[in-house]
């Protein structure tokens, strides 16, 4: 199930930044007392009363007086440069689009500066959104200030949440009226089909892949990175099998995400990554890994999927008898932390092995589904105990009890130890090798916790 998306928007300054920080519990956004410093959105997931969400921080909505090709803005009677105007109609879109994409809408407005032509405006852009919003008022650091905030009454918004987002004053009260706005999601459907998200950077060609497996030209291809703005889903039968694909548009690492569209564009690729089984990650053969297709890779890993690694455009890279093992040994040393991900060399141009991306895919499902007997995983765990001595500290040695398998998709394994704290992340790293070497688990992460003995026992 994915999870409820909620956007802070607002005037510029008014604190959204440094209420996404409180709530995220880390300091994420940059905070600057200058008006318009956000200028991307911003997302972390959260949680309030168990009920986990993600939180998106928006750049200031600034309203200005006519269209991009029409009269000037205009900022304390003064005429805006055109790049600023620019600007600020950049943010004000950006903000526009989270609105669209959230369940719920948290409207800041400052307690200090009271209701300002602003805000009024923003308030009519939230009321013709149609979505729930919550109307925060910040800043109320003070009594007088929280008896300041009902003055915001007269923007048509329902009752104001006093709240000081620096000091974490009444953000309780407003993540309980948050989630209570959180739509009514029923469980979804159990669908058999096996979903595969094809992920990449821009302009690697997921698109063509996508319709070279579809034999149809079902999505626009084009040479312009980030054509696919949205995450289109598209069903089909492999084999006699239900298989779901789903395209999604080009992501790029955190750190190089630009404004707009295409920040946008990675949302959604990123939802369309949790309610994938297997993502397919693309990368340009023409290219080699880069940088960015390692973070790529990263969110796919985060969220536990199986992994094939497509590499594409092979056609355009010149060969000889070593070129494949050459480039896969290449691979390997770039993805250390993923080296258990198959990896399948293709051209959607020519159609050259496209037609085993998907049983490729139905393979690593199976490997994400796959049971260790618990029998045969203690044996395997005391064997590998006897070949590298447990880790110790101040002369108390690591000691596995007992082991069993405790989920599939992902593969989960329980240990019950004298200490959990003994635990090296290292000696973890070669319990996952010696698993492997007994069961692959093929493109798929395995997931290790460990407890200690007197927690089973309870």
Not at 76 to 105: C, M, N, T
Not at 249 to 263: D, L, P, T
Not at 277 to 305: F, M, N, P, R
């Amino acid at each position: 199930m994915t999870k409820p998306i909620v956007a802070l928007v607002g005037r510029p300054n008014v604190g959204k930044s440094t209420l996404f920080n409180r709530i995220a519990g880390e300091r994420i956004a940059i905070v600057e007392d200058l008006p318009g410093t956000t200028r991307d959105r911003l997302y972390a997931d959260s949680d309030w009363s168990g009920a986990p969400f993600t939180l998106v921080d928006t750049g200031g909505i600034e309203l200005v007086e006519g269209d991009p090709s029409g009269a000037e803005a205009r900022r304390g009677g003064e005429p805006l440069s055109v790049s600023s105007a620019s600007f600020r109609r950049e943010i004000r879109e950006q903000a526009q689009i989270a609105i669209d994409e959230a369940d719920v809408v948290v409207f800041l407005v400052d307690v200090k500066e009271g209701v300002t032509g602003g805000d009024q405006d923003v308030a009519d852009v939230l009321r013709r959104s149609q979505k729930p919003v919550v109307l925060a008022a910040n800043k109320a650091d003070n009594l007088t200030r929280e008896l300041g905030a009902v003055e915001f009454y007269e923007l048509g918004l329902g009752e104001p949440v006093a709240i000081s987002a620096l000091h974490g004053l009444g953000v309780g009260d407003l993540l309980d009226e948050i989630v209570r706005n959180f739509p009514t999601r029923e469980e979804e459907e159990e669908d058999d089909a096996l979903k595969i998200a094809i992920i990449g950077r821009p302009n690697v060609g997921k698109s063509s892949l996508l319709n070279a497996l579809l034999g149809q030209e079902r999505s626009i291809v084009s040479e312009i990175p980030g054509t696919t703005r949205d995450a289109i889903d598209m069903r089909l039968s492999w084999e006699g099998e239900p298989v779901v694909l789903i395209d999604t548009a080009g992501i790029r690492r955190r750190g190089r995400i630009e404004q707009g569209v295409e920040k946008y564009s990675v949302m959604r690729a990123l939802r369309a990554v949790q309610r994938a089984d297997v993502v397919a990650l693309v990368i340009d053969a023409s290219q080699g890994l880069t940088a960015q297709d390692t973070h790529v890779a990263s969110y796919a890993l985060d969220e536990w999927k199986g992994i094939i690694l497509v590499v594409n455009k092979w056609d355009l890279v010149e060969k000889d008898s070593n070129t494949m093992n050459e480039y896969t040994r290449s691979l390997q040393a770039g993805l250390k932390f993923i080296d258990y991900v198959p990896m399948l060399f293709i051209s959607a141009l020519t159609r050259q092995r496209v037609q085993k991306v998907i049983p490729l895919a139905r393979h690593v499902q199976a490997q994400r589904s796959t049971r260790i007997p618990t029998a045969a995983l203690n044996k395997l765990v005391q064997d590998a105990a006897v070949k590298h001595r447990a880790p110790g500290k101040t002369g108390k040695l690591l000691r596995i009890y007992f082991a069993s398998q405790v989920e599939i998709k992902p593969p989960t394994f329980m240990f019950f130890v004298n200490d959990v704290e003994l635990v090296h992340f290292t000696y973890r790293r070669y319990l996952e090798n010696q698993i492997r070497r007994a069961y692959p688990f093929e493109g798929t992460p395995i997931k290790l916790l460990f407890r200690n003995r007197s927690e089973r026992e309870k």
